[in-house]
């Protein structure tokens, strides 16, 4: 009976540990560090996927990681339910800052001269995202995915 119990005990706990293994070492998704950071909006993508199953907007961005100081020009790619709302529109015209829950998914990366900027000034909020496309036009821009539900307006400018 005690071997018995022991036996059961032990596979209880090899179960769960190999449970824990497969969730931290999923096929599914980039094992990758997920990092709170400051963003400042550069840009809008004029490409928005809209539909039932979900949103997708995709930003140019400036963001500080670690609140140290360390700026990097990024790409952020929002994924949200078709029933949430995107950033407010306003909130992009007036340089708002944002917190928010940013992980890295190098499958999005982009090339700089990749990424064309529209005729119009609609969508970009900050005149130096053209610059920067044009000078650093063969560096890697890196890609984040943003969990969307951990966005928050941080400073109004």
């Given at each position: ?21 497969a969730e ?86 982009t090339i ?46």
């Amino acid at each position: 009976m005690k071997t018995t119990l022991i036996t059961a005990l032990a596979l209880v706990l090899l179960a769960a540990s190999t449970t824990s293994l497969a969730e931290k070492h999923s096929p599914f998704i980039e094992d990758a560090k997920t990092h709170t950071v400051r963003a400042s909006i550069l840009a809008l993508s004029t490409h928005v996927h809209q539909n039932w199953a979900g949103n997708n907007e995709v930003y140019l961005a400036d963001i500080e990681i670690g609140g140290k100081g360390n700026h990097e020009f990024v790409k952020l790619v929002d994924l949200y339910a078709g029933f949430s709302s995107p950033i407010r529109p306003t909130l992009h015209q007036n340089r708002t800052l944002f917190m928010m829950r940013i992980t890295p998914d190098t499958s999005c990366d982009t090339i700089a001269n990749k990424i064309f900027p529209p005729a119009t000034d609609t969508t970009i909020y900050d005149g130096s995202v053209r610059d920067t496309l044009n000078t650093h036009r063969d560096d890697l821009i890196p890609c984040y995915r943003i969990e969307h539900r951990s966005i928050k307006v941080i400073e109004k400018k």
